[in-house]
């Protein structure tokens, strides 16, 4: 009995020197900048998320990433159907999630040229009733903000 405690020791410290990382850590890109930089500056969204390509994965994975996780690793999440459909045909994606709670907004992410190169969820707390449209103006407004500041797809990968 006396042994166990210090193996658990012994265990946690070959993980941290082993240089695993926890997965629900922020990345260290110039996505996750974007992001942090405009969730400070809009405090009533609830969870943002930026998928791209990235240098391991041409699939738009997620790339950065604001918000609860519900326990599960969000940051390097392939595109499903809906995400793909608003990088291919630049076309935005607006629903309430199942809960009613949450209205989603997602719109085709552009560089400075206006040429999509990836995805931008933004999601808002919601209630029956609230304007729908609104939400959309405000994510199009965050997307606009970002657009100003990448150069290139590239660029969201690069360190901070």
Known sequence: MQKFPFLLVALSAVFICSGQSDPN?????YAQKLVD?????HP???IMAIHAKSPADPNYPIVAWYGPTGGKVRVGKKADE???RVIDKGTENLEVNATGDRFEVELPLQDVNKKTIGALAVVYPY???DDK???KKKAEQVRDDMR???SSADQLNEPR
């Open 148 to 150: 100003t500041k990448i």
């Open 25 to 29: 850590a922020k990345p260290n890109n």
């Open 133 to 135: 449209t609104a939400f």
């Open 44 to 46: 009533e969204v609830v």
């Open 37 to 41: 930089e405009e969730v400070a500056k």
């Open 82 to 84: 809906d995400d793909m």
């Open 127 to 129: 209630k029956k009733g």
